[in-house]
């Protein structure tokens, strides 16, 4: 039985579900793709470690731990998430440049901690960012305020956790052991 224990959860949430269990508009919710029989062995309640937002998708961590979650979130911790991003139009290495410098927005500064083009057609570009914090829609800020839009926002890893091949909707049970959090 999984209760008094450390609970890891590795979930590809799609696009179009959100990460809180409250909502007022009703949308569908990222606890709500883990099986209820799962969720009824889980001694207390799940916690999502950071955010995707509404329109984002990938890799989603849940935790019954908050001690693990707080160190996994935690900037001073420097914990690697990375997103692989369609942005509408070309990303030019005057635009990698702006951000890499880092950008100032609502006085927040919103920086990137290395971020790479591999793909680009004529009217959009898929790029690699790597952010050792993740500020609430950090990517999208930092590509709207250059004038770009972000068409598709993917997280596809969360410090040493991969999303690999896991489906859309599908979640996995990850060792705390395996990532050394067994003793926060």
Avoid at 43 to 56: A, E, F, P, Q, T
Avoid at 114 to 119: D, P, R, T, Y
Avoid at 120 to 129: F, G, H
Wanted: hydrophobic share 40%; charged share 25%; aromatic share 8%.
């Amino acid at each position: 039985m999984l209760q008094d224990k450390i609970i890891l959860i590795a979930l590809n949430k799609p696009k179009g579900f959100i990460c809180t269990h409250r909502d007022e508009y009703n949308r569908r919710k990222a606890i709500d793709l883990i099986p209820k029989k799962t969720l009824k062995t889980i001694n207390g309640k799940i916690h999502s470690v950071g955010r995707l937002d509404y329109n984002s998708q990938g890799l989603l961590l849940l935790t019954n731990n908050t001690k693990i979650k707080n160190y996994l979130e935690s900037p001073s911790n420097k914990i690697i998430r990375i997103y692989k991003v369609k942005v509408q139009q070309i990303v030019d290495i005057k635009t990698i440049k702006k951000i890499q410098k880092g950008l100032i927005i609502n006085n927040m500064s919103y920086k990137v901690k290395a971020i790479k083009v591999i793909s680009t057609t004529k009217s959009y570009s898929w790029v690699l960012i790597k952010l050792e914090e993740g500020k609430n829609n950090h990517i999208r800020k930092v590509f709207h305020k250059l004038g770009f839009t972000v068409n598709k926002l993917i997280r596809i890893q969360y410090g040493p956790v991969k999303l690999s091949s896991l489906k859309s909707g599908s979640m996995k049970f990850i060792s705390p052991f395996k990532l050394n959090l067994i003793n926060l």
